[in-house]
C-alpha cells in the first residue's frame, strides 16, 4: 500500500482503534471522504518474506473479524451496521457447515472447520469489535 505523505498526515494514519485486519478499509475510506483519489494495481503481487501466519488459524480469523465489525460500528449506522454483522456471521456458519461435510477427506477442510467454528458458534469472541482503546480484547 502507497500514500501520499500529505493524505497520510492529514488522515493522521492508521486508527489505532484496529489492532489488525480492517485497517486499510478504513484507511481509504477516510482518503476517499477527504477527496483523495484510491487506486488497485491488478498485477501487482505481495509476499511475507518472514511471519506470514497460519492462513486458517482460528485465532487469526476471530481478529480478522474484530476488525472487520470495528470498521463496519465505526462507518456505517447501527442499523447497517448489525445487517453486514449478521450476514458476516451467516457467511461463517455457511463455511462452517460446508468445511464440516468435507473434513472427513481434506485436512485442510478439517483446519478450516476449526478455525470457523470458533467465529460462528461464539460470535460474541468478535462482533463487538476491538475495544474502544484499541488493539486487542484479553
Given at each position: 500500500m502507497l500514500i501520499a505523505r500529505d493524505a497520510w498526515q492529514a488522515?493522521?494514519?492508521?486508527?489505532p482503534r484496529f489492532f489488525l485486519y480492517a485497517e486499510e478499509l478504513d484507511?481509504?475510506?477516510?482518503?476517499?471522504?477527504?477527496?483523495?483519489?484510491?487506486?488497485?494495481?491488478?498485477?501487482?503481487?505481495?509476499?511475507?518474506d518472514v511471519g506470514s501466519g497460519a492462513p486458517r488459524s482460528p485465532?487469526?480469523?476471530?481478529?480478522?473479524?474484530?476488525?472487520?465489525?470495528?470498521?463496519?460500528r465505526k462507518h456505517l449506522n447501527v442499523l447497517e451496521a448489525r445487517?453486514?454483522?449478521l450476514l458476516h456471521w451467516l457467511?461463517?456458519?455457511e463455511r462452517l457447515a460446508v468445511a464440516g461435510l468435507r473434513a472427513p477427506f481434506d485436512r485442510r477442510?478439517?483446519?478450516?472447520?476449526?478455525?470457523?467454528?470458533?467465529v460462528a458458534l461464539c460470535p460474541q469472541r468478535?462482533?463487538?469489535?476491538?475495544?474502544a482503546s484499541g488493539g486487542r480484547a484479553p
Open positions: 488522515l493522521g494514519g492508521f486508527d484507511l481509504c475510506r477516510r482518503a476517499a471522504a477527504g477527496g483523495w483519489r484510491t487506486g488497485l494495481v491488478p498485477g501487482a503481487r505481495i509476499f511475507h485465532a487469526r480469523l476471530v481478529l480478522q473479524m474484530r476488525g472487520i465489525a470495528t470498521y463496519y445487517l453486514c454483522l457467511g461463517c456458519i477442510q478439517a483446519m478450516a472447520a476449526r478455525a470457523f467454528a470458533r468478535w462482533v463487538g469489535g476491538y475495544p
